[in-house]
């Protein structure tokens, strides 16, 4: 990068389009983001179906319109026809209020996204963005962490003990990895120079940063997984542990509300995604070699494209992977991409001062990735001695026997354990060997 582009990414946005534009077009910019914020979801519904047939080898929805296409439409007005049903113990105006509290927020973090550059609307020159701020990723941010009260308040209304265990889920998924979140968006700050949507997307004119900030990318798209409450993190919800998560005591409209919100926030951090690291509305390769690619309605088709992208690997990751176990789920989060996240805040931050100071930024890049390469190497070997020394310390005198019945359901041995021998008629046993899952002697497969 050379200095005057560095000066250029480094220089204040510029946030004077913003606010001028006259009542009929601000009331009908909303517009546009509502209806395509309710649309999304219908459409996603039936491509995540099909989608996830052909990966299972089945036909998925083929009954309602041609080829099933109107499964989606047909299931919200069943949802709008059903009867709605109200616990006898739950605290009514907090139960009926919590599903608008999840569901509106989604719909607010939308006004700072942006679309596509300056247009002419009917003779108005605007951009194509409701509106901007100079911290518009920290006003998304706020917003959406303030839907995550809505599940809370679902559980806890709701009077019952396996919505509340999915509310409290909820609430330990979201503290987790809003911290992870909130470092990936602080590289990006550091190299933008701007907190402003439109300015991080300007920014991107040269390059994507999902090149340049690979980790920060990868640790966000972790995190927007586990903040929308899908598979493979998808606790709040666990069918097998909790009979339905949060929103098991909701019915009718209520529970329509609560999958609208899913799918605004798949949405909603897709979107983020896309202006974060793939250049927002600017045009991929090779469609970018083309002048007008940029400039009037086309960077519309682009950023929608890349938001489906990013909806298709949320449907690929659902059909995919299983579930994981609640502790895995934290330990990726606390042990795994907060220190990663942190690391790589402190590697921007260098690289960023050495860039002020005149260095080369390709030396300071590899002197940084030799450091790294060093310190991930140490921590692996590390984790490894650990791990065999954990395992190598324990006696045989100190590990308890296995007992297929001691939570009170029958289960079988792990490898590495061996069932309790049987006492027959008039035969003395021994009492059974301490095993254990580490125990890989041949005497335990035995």
Sequence with gaps: MTAHEYESVAAPVDLSAFGHDPWWLVIGKALAIFVFLVLTPLVAIYAERKVMARMQMRVGPNRVGPRGMLQSLADGIKLALKEGITPTGADKPIYLLAPVIAVVPAFMAFAVIPFGPQVSIFGTRSPLQLTDLPVGVLYILAVTSIGVYGIVLAGWSSGSTYPLLGALRSTAQVISYEVAMGLSFAAVFLYAGTMSTSGIVSAQQGAWYIFLLLPSFLIYVTAMVGETNRAPFDLPEAEGELVGGFHTEYSSLKFAMFMLAEYVNMVTVSA????????????????????????????????????????????????????????????????????????????????????????????????????????????LA???????????????????PFDGLSGGFPVPPLPGQSLPARKLPGQNVPPPRRTDVSDTSEDSHA
């Excluded at 590390?382 to 308890?400: C, F, H, I, K």
């Design 272 to 379: 983020l995604a896309t202006t974060l690291f793939l250049g927002g509305w600017h045009a991929p390769f090779p469609f970018n070699l083309w002048d007008g690619a940029n400039s009037g309605w086309w960077p519309v088709l682009w950023f929608v494209a890349k938001v489906w992208g990013f909806l298709f690997v949320f449907i690929w990751l659902r059909s995919t992977l299983p579930r994981l176990r609640y502790d895995q789920f934290m330990n990726l989060g606390w042990k795994i991409l907060i220190p990663a996240a942190l690391v790589w805040v402190m590697v921007i931050a260098t690289v960023r001062a050495f860039r002020n100071e005149g260095y080369n930024t390709w030396l300071v890049l590899l002197c940084v990735a030799l450091v790294l390469g060093a310190g991930l190497l140490a921590v």
């Design 382 to 400: 590390g984790t490894y001695r650990g791990r065999r020394r954990t395992a190598s310390s324990v006696p045989d005198s100190e590990l308890l």
